[in-house]
């Protein structure tokens, strides 16, 4: 079984200020892939990247993919209390029958 | 609303007693899954199908038992249910296997077993 490490596991920040949070694995995933869940809820898909070294924004946020597949990090600009929650990625497999999860990156960000 | 449908959201029940949980999903997926969420673990794959009546073992099938006679259903059976499956359970559906299409999450099942 492949693993997935977040770090950190635990980010408490204001409002306003940047954050990064870490995906790295020693295997190669085909894709990875970045959940947030809030409480009471499901994961709910943010975006999925496929390609070594590929970029991809979704308004403040950044993902990124590493060139060797194997570690991708989630970079939020301008951090606001509605980006709090629970940060999962999540890596598919060459055969893609299943995505293995990080244990997740509890983020909070306070007014 | 493309959706996957979990019930119950809450459920309560005793040791040995089986229970199922049902998932529906609306989006003609052909993959689906089954997982668990337990503090400390993260998400951990129970089961998963890639097809009608093609299901295969995650990392922790064990008291576990799943069926896809439809594609758009995929029950999560337990036989006799035991403390240690105390636990978040999700259902999750893709219209690949996974490695494009992004999972769509149900809001949850929170079992607990007494």
């Known amino acids: 079984t492949q693993l997935l490490e977040q770090s950190p596991q635990f980010l408490s920040i204001q409002e306003g200020e940047n954050l990064t949070v870490y995906c790295n694995s020693s295997?190669?995933?085909?894709?990875l892939q970045w959940y947030r869940q809030e409480p009471g809820e499901g994961p709910v898909l943010l975006v999925t990247?496929?390609?070594?070294?590929e970029v991809k924004k979704l308004k403040r946020l950044t993902f990124q993919f590493g060139d060797a597949r194997k570690d991708s990090s989630l970079h939020i600009t301008a951090a606001q209390p509605g980006d709090t929650g629970l940060y999962l990625c999540?890596?598919?497999?060459?055969?893609?029958?299943?995505?293995?999860f990080g244990g997740g990156t509890r983020v909070l960000v306070k007014p | 609303e493309a959706q996957v449908t979990q019930n119950p959201r809450y459920l309560i029940t005793v040791t040995g007693k089986k229970l199922t949980v049902t998932c529906s999903q609306n989006?003609?997926?052909?993959?689906m899954s089954w997982y668990r969420q337990d503090p400390g673990l993260g998400l951990r794959q129970i089961y998963y199908?890639?097809?009608?009546?093609?299901?295969d073992k995650g990392d922790v099938p064990e008291g576990y038992k799943v069926s896809r006679k439809e594609k758009r259903n995929f029950p999560l059976i337990l036989e006799s249910p035991s403390p240690n499956q105390t636990s978040l359970y999700f259902c999750?559906?893709?219209?690949?296997?996974?490695?494009?299409?992004?999972?769509?999450f149900g809001s949850g099942t929170r079992l607990t077993v007494v």
């Open positions: 999750a559906s893709s219209p690949t296997r996974g490695r494009f299409g992004g999972y769509t």
């Open positions: 295997s190669v995933f085909s894709s």
């Open positions: 990247v496929v390609t070594g070294g």
């Open positions: 999540a890596g598919a497999e060459a055969a893609g029958n299943k995505l293995t």
């Open positions: 989006m003609n997926h052909e993959y």
């Open positions: 199908s890639m097809n009608v009546e093609v299901t």
